[in-house]
């Protein structure tokens, strides 16, 4: 009788242990894909305000009177 209540205890705990070690995996798998997204959007965000630099850059220096043409006209 306690052979066999021992029996249970042991598979019982060794459930346990299995749902917890899949449950710890299953963890560090979705923070690591989580870690993943975020690193590729911050690569994103990089990649377009490059873009949007080279093409402020691009265009040639407004000069005072221009600037507030598009200022009165609201575009500044």
Do not use: H
């Amino acid at each position: 009788m306690i052979n066999k209540l021992l029996g249970w205890a042991v598979g019982f705990m060794t459930v346990a242990a299995l749902c917890y070690a899949f449950y710890e995996a299953g963890q560090k798998v979705g923070e690591c894909r989580a870690k993943m997204q975020i690193i590729e959007k911050q690569v994103e965000v990089v990649k377009y305000v490059e873009k949007k630099k080279a093409l402020i850059q691009s265009r040639p220096n407004a000069g005072r009177d221009e600037l507030l043409k598009r200022m009165r006209a609201g575009r500044l």
